[in-house]
């Protein structure tokens, strides 16, 4: 009679080797960016695009190709249709598109498809840190198989006995491989009273759980994004970028999950509107013919990158005090990445570039207070840079406008106009030029975003222009004497010069009329005497 160790047979080395059939896989592969691509066109920079073939199947984006951009985000994603083990090399491509002449090849990077899918770490899929089944979470399971699933399929391509679930005192547990796992209790949010409470599992779920949880622990390949380099034949040996990207492969059936959408940001259209009420404390530049110090006064503001579009408010001439009125509203379309903080802009960068580069930059406001001069360049008098997101909170008054505002945090707190909507107050200005910032000038500003739809149901032009609205700016109410000298000589005579000096004037003209009159006295008495003796 033979012993039970005697009747136990060997286990067969090769019983777990995949099938000798085809498989037809479904290949999805996500290209998120690419970094340091080489440069290959007249000005150091590249329009890439993205050509993705596996086997027979050829798929090219040259018509979403990227202009002026060697960090492009393409967020792009294409699907393949495929045989294993017959296309088993999937290769991603960075071409350089050319108006004129073949497009150039940038570099590559070859993945080994068919290793990944038969591989016990689940390489065709990265298994993801949470089981969220629910379909509008952007952290929800992306896999075909549930990880119960995997973990069957892990001990059979390991040669395990399949996983034996079980409960006892401490709750559920699992046998995989001679080692026993117990769920780990995770705690859920905090509630208003400051307790923790586990949040409650299906049993279904708890054993995804615990499966999840023993598959992480035994080494598959987590979700991550890959960083390829890319390589070219030419350059042999020399990286020519990178490329952050991942892939998924499918079995072809009914049960492939959906997509994930990993488009780029789309910015929101917003217009900003500015009001530039008055100015006080300007510090006065100018000597006038008549000795009074003044500044002929005007404010300007435009966007970070967008200087070309500056806009401007009329002048108040001769201010005396620093003081300047206006009501003059300014209008800026604006593209907003909320997520990112960043305005996007499209501009040509030079004057031979056919296509616009797409840019993003923060979203800065420009303020500055000009002195307006006649016969030479306008003198800048004073400035500020306003991040649209983190304002500081403005004063009510100027009395209270002092550099505190951009200093003191605490007192003066950031705010974003995305999120209050309006914002109205005084501003400083000032000159940094000598290396500390020393006051030139308070503004007071009411800024205003509005997205396109409002900016449509609430019309407003630019200046005093129609429609003259919302809210309507009626003329600034400034004194007789801010005017232009230049164009209006008579009101400089008699605004300036005879309501200051008029007595002056009668006087001196008193004093000339009596001086010719003694003059031709003089000159005429003579001969009126000689011809009054001698007939």
Same mark, same amino acid.
């Given at each position: ?34 970094? #340091?691509? %080489?440069?290959?066109? *007249?000005?150091?920079?590249? $329009?890439?695009?993205? !050509?993705?073939?596996? +086997?027979? @199947? ?100 390991? #040669?395990? %006995?399949?996983?034996? *679930?079980?409960?006892?005192? $401490?709750?559920?547990? !699992?046998?995989?491989? +001679?080692? @026993? ?355």
């Amino acid at each position: 009679m033979f012993s039970n160790a005697q009747k136990e047979q060997p286990k067969l080395l090769f019983s777990n080797l995949p099938s000798n059939q085809s498989m037809d896989v479904l290949i999805r592969v996500y290209v998120a960016a690419a970094v #340091g691509l %080489t440069p290959l066109d *007249f000005g150091g920079s590249v $329009d890439p695009y993205l !050509v993705v073939k596996c +086997g027979k @199947t050829t798929i090219s984006d040259k018509e979403k190709y990227l202009t002026k951009d060697v960090n492009p985000i393409f967020g792009r994603m294409f699907q393949i249709r495929s045989k294993l083990p017959r296309d088993s090399k999937l290769s991603v491509k960075v071409y350089d598109h050319d108006l004129i002449g073949a497009n150039d090849l940038i570099g590559s990077t070859t993945i080994d498809v068919e290793d990944r899918y038969l591989s016990w770490r689940r390489a065709s899929c990265g298994v993801s840190q949470q089981y969220i089944k629910t379909r509008n979470s952007k952290d929800r399971w992306r896999d075909n198989l549930k990880p119960v699933d995997l973990l069957k399929r892990m001990c059979l391509l390991k #040669g395990w %006995t399949s996983p034996q *679930f079980r409960r006892d005192t $401490d709750g559920l547990k !699992v046998i995989v491989g +001679g080692e @026993t796992y117990h769920l780990e209790k995770k705690k859920g949010p905090m509630k208003l009273n400051g307790t923790a409470e586990a949040i409650p599992i299906k049993p279904a779920s708890e054993r995804n759980q615990l499966a999840l949880q023993v598959l992480h622990e035994s080494g598959v390949t987590p979700e991550h994004i890959e960083t390829r380099t890319l390589y070219n034949d030419d350059c042999p040996g020399i990286p020519q970028g990178k490329v952050h990207m991942w892939i998924d492969i499918f079995p072809y059936n009914d049960s492939i999950p959906a997509p994930i959408v990993i488009n780029p940001r789309e910015p929101q259209k917003y217009i900003l509107r500015i009001i530039i009420w008055n100015t006080e404390d300007v510090i006065l530049d100018e000597t006038s013919v008549l000795g009074d110090e003044m500044s002929d006064i005007y404010v300007r503001t435009y966007l970070e990158g967008r200087k070309k579009d500056r806009q401007e408010t009329d002048v108040h001439y001769r201010s005396l005090t620093g003081e300047g009125n206006f009501n003059w509203r300014m209008v800026y379309p604006l593209d907003l990445i909320a997520q990112e903080n960043k305005m996007v802009q499209k501009k040509r960068k030079s004057f031979w570039h056919i296509e616009k580069t797409v840019t993003k930059v923060d979203p800065i406001l420009h303020l500055e207070v000009f002195d307006k001069d006649v016969l030479s360049r306008d003198d800048k008098l004073g400035w500020a840079q306003l991040d649209l997101t983190s304002i500081p909170a403005p004063t009510k008054s100027a009395k209270e406008c002092t550099l505190e505002v951009y200093e003191n945090e605490a007192k003066h707190p950031r705010m974003s106009l995305f999120e209050k909507k309006k914002i109205l107050g005084f501003w400083p200005v000032y000159d940094d030029t000598l290396g500390t910032r020393e006051l030139t000038g308070k503004v007071e500003m009411e800024l205003e975003i509005l997205t396109e739809e409002e900016a449509v149901e609430r019309p407003a032009g630019k200046a005093r222009e129609d429609p003259n609205m919302n809210p309507e700016l009626a003329p600034p109410n400034r004194p007789e004497t801010s005017f232009n000298w230049f164009t209006n000589p008579w009101k400089v005579f008699t605004i300036l010069i005879w309501r200051r000096y008029k007595w002056h004037l009668i006087i001196g003209l008193l004093i000339i009329l009596l001086i010719i009159f003694v003059v031709l006295m003089a000159y005429t008495a003579p001969e009126a005497i000689n011809q009054a003796i001698y007939g």
